[in-house]
């Protein structure tokens, strides 16, 4: 799934007033956080180094969860989001729940197929 396909669904599941911009900047934090927690403390992570996203980069950019994760983890974020700016508490409360089951789904596959990265040498005394 990349930006664009990402904001296009949570704008057809939830139509809302929120710029792309703001969305972007979303999804550049989600996946901040996804990079720190789960792909960089694993040996094989497909990618190094995470930059973030802005209003420069091409919406056809690739987010970093794939399938059959991906549609799951970032259209309940987006809602969640959008829900929280509105103030909707109850309806913010639905999908970050259905968020966090998402991505703790993705992370125990993450963890399960990849090898965490050494912790190095430890001493005890």
Avoid: C
Avoid at 46 to 51: D, V
Avoid at 95 to 109: P, R
């Amino acid at each position: 799934m990349n930006i664009g396909e990402a904001i296009r669904l949570a704008d057809k599941l939830k139509p809302n007033q929120y710029p792309h911009t703001m969305k972007i900047k979303w999804l550049s934090n989600l996946d901040g956080q996804i990079f720190s927690e789960v792909i960089a403390s694993h040996e094989d992570g497909a990618i190094e180094r995470f930059e973030g996203y802005n209003d420069d980069t091409p919406q056809s950019t690739e987010l970093l969860v794939g399938y059959p994760y991906d549609e799951d983890i970032y259209s309940f974020f987006l809602q969640a989001a959008i829900d929280r700016e509105n103030g909707e508490t109850g309806k913010y409360n639905q999908n970050i729940t259905m968020y966090n089951n998402s991505f703790l789904a993705y992370q125990n596959w993450y963890n399960r197929t990849h090898l965490p990265k050494a912790a190095g040498a430890r001493f005890r005394f």
